[in-house]
């Protein structure tokens, strides 16, 4: 008899964070020894051409290029979680990503007229050295964690919704009645707690009747998870592939828009922009605060519920622009261009956008980020329509953290949404930024803001 299996909601966290430490410290190792074999291919390279293992041509060559060949791997995904299983892909982008270093390193000293501080003969067999040592230390690394791990290192969930079915042993459940979490597209807190257990996990599979089995495609296409549901027979749910889970067939319904190496290194650009970004504007920020006091009764802040990564709802901060007593917190009426709500400080800050500037604290926080869609308020309208009745595809735009700006906003899709279709510039802008996203498109998209920050819709 086919029992469904009461979840274990705690049990499923503490498993999760268990998981996603080990892979970080698995991927740390495998940096660490990547570090370690190119410092031995330069060292051998000392050795066979001057027999001398510090020797300053190696020692050069080791200190200009590590630098690069981190910048590069990170980027390629060299220490991605993907290649913690597959020993394969993880050697051949380190060794792409040490080839293109070693030129990159070669190019620049020719260019600046350096090339008396690095000798070819002994560069060429470090490169070759360190090859054969990136080689030996991934496969040691990928024997270690077979040994460690069994390579069990994808975090899968199962949701069960209103089927009777029998989990495989290990994987962790979620009944949606049990755990309050019955699919419905129009509401936002469900999709809160859905988002809230979906935090860090790999995999999501969900066993539905075939009636709510577009619901859950629309549901998942947001969530920043892989997402599959079991099918017996191909429907149209907008599937992007076919996988097992247990011996049975699944469609892939959604899959995450950034891995743990690209969400690491848009983090690590948030981080740097960020903290020093905030000492340089500290003045700024406590003038507009003082102004704001001075203006009108209420606090500096207006906290603001508004739904972020994989639809989980947080307090965005901006400078209050309004009177506290005509706060809008639900968002259901846009700024208007002559709105008698906002205060006399409140239209230049929103003119020029330094309202926005406590963001900063949201990114601090990992609640944001610089770059990414637009983060909306509950009751957002285009029209008289909420903006997910506009179109079903808005809930998509929430599988990456939202942004201070975004792709939307340096097109100049900003301001208020009288029209359907000003909702739909902005989503369009939004899947494209997702669908192709890159550390140097965001790093063009904060430099081209700071040619919109005064806009004709800022008001």
Known sequence: MNVIVKPRAAR???????????????????????CCAILVGCLLGNLIRFGDLLATPGLNLFSVTLPIYVGISVNSDAFGAEVLSDVRTGLTRAWLAFIFAVCAVFFLAFYMKVSTDLSRITSGIATLMSLGALTVGRCLCHWYIVRRTGLRLVYDLLIIDGVAITPPAGVHVLDTTADNLTPNIHDPHMLNRLGSHLKGVDRVVIAC???????????LKGSSVNGHILEDELEE??????????GQRT????????????????????????????????????????????????????????????????????????????????????????DDRVTRIGRFIRASSIDELPQLFNVLRGEMSLVGPRPHALGSLAGNELFWEVDQRYWH???????????????????????????????????????????????????????????????
């Open 251 to 338: 469609l892939a319904v959604a899959h995450a828009p950034l891995d743990l190496s690209r969400r690491a290194a848009k983090r690590t650009l948030d981080l740097a922009l960020t903290i020093p970004g905030l000492v340089f504007l500290a003045p700024m920020l406590i003038v507009v605060a003082i102004a704001i006091k001075l203006d009108s009764r209420g606090p500096v802040f207006f906290l603001q519920p508004r739904v972020g990564r994989a639809n989980r709802i947080f307090l965005m901060y901006k400078f209050r622009s309004m009177r506290a007593d005509m706060a809008d917190s639900a968002g259901n009426k846009s700024t208007s261009r002559d």
């Open 12 to 34: 499923h966290q503490v498993a999760l964070s268990e998981l996603q430490s080990l892979r970080v410290r698995l991927c740390f190792t495998i940096l660490v020894v990547d």
């Open 397 to 459: 735009r929430h599988a990456s953290k939202p942004g201070l700006t975004g792709l939307a906003q340096v097109r100049g899709f900003r301001g208020e949404t009288k029209e359907r279709v000003d909702l739909a510039n902005r989503l369009n802008a939004d899947l494209e930024y997702l669908n192709g996203w890159t550390i140097w498109r965001d790093i063009s998209i904060l430099i081209t803001t700071l040619r919109v920050i005064v806009h004709r819709n800022a008001y």
């Open 209 to 219: 009747p075939p009636e709510r089995r577009h619901v859950w495609a629309m549901l």
């Open 237 to 246: 749910v907008g599937a992007i592939g076919i996988g097992q889970f247990a």
